[in-house]
């Protein structure tokens, strides 16, 4: 759910009074590299409901649709908060603001559309989808939006560990079989750990221009040094829920799929570590992030 996913642009440019931030351009607002953070989510359910009871292709296409489009709602209406904000709606331009709040519109007609296909789904399976929307719906809202704008109370990486990770997960499960499962939910903790590392490392990068911006996130909060050890915890974390899922019988087909993220995961580390400049830290992790729930998603087929 973190809309700041992956964005590698340069957020904190000085610009001249007559240009326009390209943070707000469409392209750039909508933070296309953050998608696959629905579609590695969603698949994750469909797949685990595919095998275990079946599902219709048109039911899997539209929890898959309506997971983009709400991520890609939530990444597009994730600046308007910066009008409110009175430190960056200084430095804002017209051309700025009508980005802004073209891209708010946009977001808005993603969540409908996301909306529609959820009453759908909802029929065919019971009321406690329409729930389950519900409470992802005010998770992807309030996480920029007043009056609780969660980011800035530091629980954005707690809650994107059950908004989109566990919840996403399970959602896109129900909606194709219409039943529980705690399957499900085992299946979900392991990229769930690395949903809330993507979103830290935005934050880790994000340090300085957090702090003088007064957005008191959680690495603002507990400081540079504890976020390090954070994300070295959910990394670690990721791989452990992954160990724990894999049987004996498993145990050496799966150690090569899960060598590409390992590797990545390395790399990874070794940036955090070693580097005071985070800038290539959240694509490494989204990269990161891709592979391991490629390499999840093979292993439910195997």
């Known amino acids: 759910m973190e809309s700041n996913i992956i964005n590698t642009s340069n957020q904190n440019a000085t610009l001249e009074p ?19 953070v629905a579609a590695i989510t969603c698949t994750l359910g469909i797949s685990v409901g595919w095998q275990v009871h079946g599902a219709t292709p ?20 994730n600046d308007h908060a910066d009008l409110k904000n009175p430190t960056s709606a200084n430095r804002l331009t017209a051309h700025d603001i009508e980005n802004i709040t073209l891209n708010y519109r946009l977001g808005w007609i993603c969540f409908s559309v996301c909306a529609i296909i959820g009453l759908y789904l909802t029929y065919q ?15 992807a809202l309030f996480y920029t939006t007043e009056p609780i704008h969660y980011k800035r109370r530091g629980l954005g990486v707690i809650l994107v560990f059950l908004l989109m990770g566990v919840l996403m997960v399970y959602g896109a499960w129900f909606a194709v079989t219409g039943e529980h499962s705690l399957q499900a939910v085992w299946i979900s903790l392991p990229v ?4 809330s590392a993507l979103l830290l490392s935005n934050e880790l990068r994000d340090y ?18 504890k976020a390090k ?9 990721g791989f452990v829920a992954m160990a724990l899922l894999i049987t004996d019988q498993q145990l050496w087909v799966v150690s090569l799929i899960f060598v590409p993220p390992l590797i990545l995961a390395v790399i990874a580390i070794r940036t955090l570590v070693s580097n005071t400049d985070l800038t290539s830290l959240p694509p490494m992790t989204g990269r990161l992030y891709l592979v391991f729930g490629i390499s999840e998603i093979i292993f439910l087929y195997l």
């Not at 048109?58 to 209406?77: D, E, F, K, M, R």
């Not at 769930?192 to 949903?195: D, H, P, Y």
């Not at 221009?209 to 040094?225: F, H, M, N, P, Y």
């Open 18 to 36: 007559t240009n326009t931030n390209p943070k707000y351009r469409f392209i750039n607002a909508l933070r296309p590299f953050s998608l696959p």
């Open 229 to 237: 050890k954070l994300y070295l915890v959910l990394i670690m974390g």
């Open 125 to 139: 399976t019971s009321i406690f989808l329409l729930v389950l929307a519900i409470i992802g719906g005010l998770g």
């Open 208 to 225: 300085a221009s957090d702090q003088k911006e007064g957005l008191k996130t959680l690495t603002v909060r507990w400081g540079i040094a």
């Open 192 to 195: 769930s750990f690395f949903t």
């Open 58 to 77: 048109i039911s899997a296409t539209l929890v898959l649709l309506a997971g983009l489009l709400l991520q890609a709602g939530v990444n597009l209406i």
